[in-house]
C-alpha cells in the first residue's frame, strides 16, 4: 500500500483535474452504453471478494465501461468469498466460466480473488498477460486497520502489486439498518473515478512511481464526501465473538440460507454414520489405542460441537483523524 505522507505530485494534479471534471459531467445521461475495443487502450482488470454479481462490481464496471476509455475484462470468484484474505486455491482444480456481461468480457471462478487475479496474469483467459491497472471491489464494507489483513478485496489489489500491476483496492463504507442501499454503490463508483483516471494517466505517462498500491475507503454517502486524504493505517477492527450453535438453530440456518431442510437431514445422517463407524471399528480393533491417549478405552467420543462468528459494526482501535478510520468518519475518501 502507499505509505508516504503525500502522494506523487503528478498524480495529485490529475487527481484534481479529474474530480474537476466529474463534478462539471454530473448532469450528463447516466445510461449505460458499451464502448467498442480498441487496440491502444489501457486493459482493465476487474475482481472483487463479494462475488461476480456483486451490485459493488457492477457499479463499478458501468462506470468504467461508460465514463473511461479503457477495454474492460472481469476475472471474479462466483460466490461470496469474502474474509478469505490472500488464500489461494492449491489442492483443487479451479473451475472457470465465461459470464456474458456487456461491453466487457468476463470470467468467474470457483477460486478466492487472489485466485481470480493470478489466474488473469497467466494469459490463460485473456489476450495479456499484465493488464495496464487491476482494480478490486468495490467492496460491501470498509477496510481500514486491522481489516486489511482479513479482507479478500485488499488481497486482490495485493496479488496484482506482487506481480508488478499497478492496482486499487476500493471499499464503501456500508451501514446496515436501512442507511446504505445498492445505489450507493454507484455513486462511490463515480466518487472512484478521479483515482482511477489519474493512475492510468500516470501509468501511460510513465510516471507513475513502482513500489506500492492504494487501499481506497469511500465513506457512507459517497457524494458528500470532504476530498481525498492520505492517511495512516490505524489499528481499528471489529471485536470478535464465537457462538455456540444448537443443532436445532443450524438446521434452520440451512434452511433459511437456501440449503434446505434436506441437506440439514442428510448433514445428521452424514454425522452419525460417522459415530457409527468409529464406534464399530473400536469394537472390530480392541487393542487398537493412539499413543498418548488419555480416554478410556470404552469411553464414547464427545459430540461434535459447533460455533458461529459473529462481529459487530462497533470499531474499535484507533481513530484519529490522520487514521484511515478516523478520516473515513469524518466523510473523507481515504488513501492509503
Given amino acids: 500500500m502507499y505509505t508516504g505522507g503525500q502522494l506523487p505530485p503528478s498524480f495529485m494534479k490529475h487527481l484534481r483535474a479529474d474530480a474537476v471534471e466529474e463534478a462539471e459531467e454530473e448532469a450528463v445521461s447516466s445510461g449505460v452504453v458499451a464502448k467498442a475495443q480498441h487496440n491502444g487502450l489501457p486493459n482493465v482488470l476487474v475482481t472483487n471478494d463479494d462475488g461476480i454479481n456483486a451490485p459493488g462490481l457492477r457499479a463499478l464496471v458501468a462506470v468504467l465501461i461508460e465514463d473511461v476509455s479503457c477495454n474492460v475484462f472481469i476475472c471474479a470468484p462466483d460466490s461470496e468469498q469474502s474474509g478469505v484474505s490472500h488464500s489461494i486455491t492449491h489442492r483443487s482444480v479451479l473451475e472457470v466460466s465465461s459470464v456474458n456481461i456487456l461491453g466487457a468480457t468476463a470470467f468467474e471462478t470457483s477460486g478466492t480473488p487472489a485466485d481470480c487475479v493470478s489466474l488473469a496474469l497467466t494469459s490463460s483467459i485473456f489476450p495479456w498477460a499484465k493488464p495496464t491497472l487491476v482494480v478490486s471491489g468495490i467492496n460491501k464494507g470498509s477496510n481500514c486497520g486491522y481489516h486489511i489483513v482479513y479482507s479478500g478485496t485488499v488481497a486482490g489489489a495485493r496479488e496484482a502489486f506482487i506481480n508488478g ?53 469511500i465513506p457512507t454517502d ?104 478516523g478520516a473515513l468518519e469524518l466523510g473523507y475518501c481515504r488513501l492509503r
Avoid: C
Avoid at 471485536?239 to 437431514?265: F, H, N, Y
Avoid at 480393533?285 to 488419555?294: F, L, M, Q, R
Avoid at 464427545?302 to 484519529?320: D, K, Y
Fill in 165 to 217: 500491476v499497478p492496482a486499487i483496492a476500493l471499499s464503501l463504507d456500508w451501514k446496515r439498518g436501512g442507511k446504505s442501499n445498492d445505489n450507493d454503490f454507484k455513486s462511490a463508483a463515480t466518487v472512484s473515478l478521479p483515482l482511477i483516471k489519474a493512475a492510468l494517466r500516470d501509468i501511460q505517462g510513465g510516471i507513475y512511481p513502482e513500489g506500492f498500491f492504494f487501499n481506497v475507503d
Fill in 222 to 325: 459517497p457524494l458528500e464526501h470532504k476530498g481525498y486524504k492520505v492517511t495512516r493505517q490505524g489499528t481499528s477492527r471489529l471485536p470478535l465473538k464465537w457462538k455456540k450453535v444448537t443443532q436445532e438453530k443450524r438446521m434452520q440456518m440451512l434452511k433459511d440460507s437456501g440449503i434446505g431442510l434436506q441437506m440439514a437431514q442428510l448433514g445428521l445422517a452424514a454425522s452419525a454414520a460417522g459415530a457409527a463407524r468409529r464406534a464399530n471399528f473400536k469394537k472390530q480393533n480392541p487393542d487398537v489405542e493412539s499413543v498418548g491417549a488419555n480416554e478410556e478405552p470404552d469411553k464414547e467420543p464427545s459430540p461434535r460441537m459447533r460455533f458461529r462468528l459473529e462481529g459487530s459494526e462497533q470499531e474499535i482501535g484507533e481513530v484519529a483523524p490522520d487514521h484511515d478510520f
